[in-house]
């Protein structure tokens, strides 16, 4: 019987030493000759016929290397078997020789699927965001919407806070000379929003389309950045085209418009605060998730097998090179590593933890889950979709994990204001 000595590398890689008696050693050099005197053909004798005595002294050396490579994948296997480990990758032979005693040693290093040790999955101390939604919010959500809607109208008098302006921007040195390199065509801005430069913005009020102006940036003496400190910068501005939007009227007209359901102006407030609260709710949700897995990664420390990283890599790159082959895969291998190997980790991470925890997905859970959708159609969808009902799994399962984490840990509400 073999004899398996395992050391643990990590918690994904294993060293077996394995020692194979002699004794078990002669049936398998007796199978490696017939093998070969089945295969060999010898002068004077029939294909298969030739004696033992004979192949033994004729392909000596070529036995030993067939009993030998044999001999060093039959112990590994039963090695293997008898402690139940699962191989990820083809084994690294470190070394296969035989001893003084004429038994075959064997020293081999294989990547195995993580094996977790849990160390803290219960008692975090936790902060989860809560969004209240303010009126103000909401109105600035409307008028979006009704910025959306907006009908654009040349303006053919100068230029005002809140319209919008089409201008080219050429930066100039001291002298006055056009810097070369430094021309910015067709930007557009909207006067007093803020998005461009609020102190070059101030300068463009009062002109008019066609016209042009030299304007200038000045930084103060206090400017963080040391290079630009006091500094400043000249700039030859030719306006193209100045517009404004006449945003609609908020009435019952408008809220028909965005939603036939709607009713009164009321009803679109109530809507759109409601949709804030589910997006900005499912927001904190999802970051809150997110932080906890991220706590319990860190909590309880494991390995991936590089074999797993680049398997799941290797269907990342199909499927992105299938929506743009013009991307190299290499830069595509690097740019989701990261992900690869935080996706692989939580999948085991949490199959441990529900193996100790005894959570599991029932029958009626996803019962309830297809019992909750309204759409008949969506409802036979899913049921005649495996995919789908195991995706529905797996998030009863996140859920579940996470509830259970939750329950057991202090969760702190840290209230957000938006206005």
């Not at 394995?18 to 004798?45: A, S």
């Not at 004696?51 to 039963?78: D, N, R, T, V």
Request: charged share 40%; hydrophobic share 35%; with cysteine.
């Amino acid at each position: 019987m073999i004899k398996t000595e395992i050391e643990n590398l990590s918690t994904c890689r294993k060293k077996l030493s394995i020692t194979m008696p002699k004794e078990e050693l002669e049936p398998i050099r007796e199978k490696q000759i017939k093998r070969i005197q089945k295969e060999v053909q010898i002068p004077g004798f029939r294909k298969g016929r030739a004696p033992k005595q004979f192949i033994k002294k004729q392909y000596g050396q070529l036995i030993e290397a067939y009993m030998l490579e044999a001999a060093a994948e039959e112990s590994f296997k039963q090695a293997l078997a008898e402690h139940d480990i699962a191989v990820v990758d083809q084994p690294e032979a470190k070394k296969i020789e035989f001893n003084d005693e004429g038994d075959l040693v064997s020293v081999i290093e294989i990547d195995t699927y993580p094996e977790i040790e849990l160390n803290k999955i219960t008692g975090f101390e936790l902060t989860r965001d809560k969004y209240v939604i303010t009126d103000k919010l909401v109105d600035e959500t409307i008028d979006k919407m009704r910025r959306e809607k907006a009908e654009i109208r040349t303006v053919e008098g100068a230029i005002e806070e809140g319209h919008l302006v089409l201008f080219d921007l050429q930066e100039l040195d001291a002298s006055g000379v056009p810097i070369v390199g430094k021309k910015y065509n067709d930007l557009n801005v909207k006067i007093g929003e803020g998005r461009f430069d609020a102190e070059l913005e101030k300068q463009l009020i009062g002109l008019k389309s066609g016209e042009e102006k030299q304007i200038i940036k000045q930084y103060p003496d206090d400017f963080p950045q040391k290079d630009y400190a006091g500094k400043k910068e000249y700039y030859q501005v030719k306006i193209k085209k100045v517009q404004e939007e006449i945003l609609p009227e908020l009435n019952e007209e408008f809220v028909a418009e965005v939603d036939e359901n709607l009713k009164t102006v009321d009803d679109l407030r109530k809507e759109v605060r409601g949709r804030l609260e589910l997006e900005y709710r499912m927001e904190s949700e999802n970051r809150f998730a997110s932080d906890l897995t991220q706590k319990l990664l860190e909590e309880n420390a494991f390995e991936i097998p590089e074999a797993l990283i680049e398997n799941y890599l290797d269907h990342v790159v199909q499927d992105v090179k299938r929506r743009d082959p013009k991307l190299k895969e290499d830069d595509i291998r690097q740019h989701y590593r990261h992900e690869a190997e935080f996706t692989l980790k939580w999948h085991y991470l949490k199959e441990k933890i529900a193996e100790e925890q005894k959570i599991k997905v029932e029958e009626e859970d996803i019962n309830k889950f297809l019992d909750e959708l309204k759409d008949e159609k969506i409802r036979e969808l899913y049921e005649s979709s495996p995919q789908l009902l195991d995706r529905v799994k797996e998030d009863i399962l996140n859920r579940k994990i996470s509830d259970y984490i939750v329950n057991n840990s202090k969760v702190k509400e840290n209230e957000i204001k938006l206005d």
